[in-house]
Nanobody, 119 residues
Framework: QVELVESGGGVVRTGDSLSLSCVASGRTYQIYTMGWFRQAPGMQRELVAAISSGGGTNYADSVKGRFTISRDNAKNTVYLQMNSLKHGDTAVYYC?????????????WGQGSQVTVSS
């Protein structure tokens, strides 16, 4: 069984920084793309950033230059460093990973981490 467990998040003020991490555990034979999504109240879940197994990255326009996604393949972990946070970044953040286990390949989700940016 594969599980994504997130840590980090919390309440910060506008302009502050915050980091999230997400570790994949269980029978992970191969981890491909990893990423972060977020969902604000009343809004659809949206992609924030993604990183391929080779390190290629992709960001939402709204976070370019402020957020940095990285991963440690040896630790099966993806990180999201968030700088210059804005009130509009307030959301529940979910990590996401494309994982091959023995016999199957699927996308998995973390439990979600609340990030609140107060103005």
């Amino acid at each position: 069984q594969v599980e994504l467990v997130e840590s980090g998040g919390g309440v910060v003020r506008t302009g502050d920084s915050l980091s999230l991490s997400c570790v994949a555990s269980g029978r992970t034979y191969q981890i491909y793309t990893m990423g972060w999504f977020r969902q604000a109240p009343g809004m659809q879940r949206e992609l924030v950033a993604a990183i391929s197994s080779g390190g290629g990255t992709n960001y939402a326009d709204s976070v370019k230059g402020r957020f940095t996604i990285s991963r440690d393949n040896a630790k099966n972990t993806v990180y999201l460093q968030m700088n210059s946070l804005k009130h509009g970044d307030t959301a529940v953040y979910y990590c996401n990973a494309d994982i091959r286990t023995i016999g199957t390949r699927a996308w998995y989700w973390g439990q979600g981490s609340q990030v609140t940016v107060s103005s």
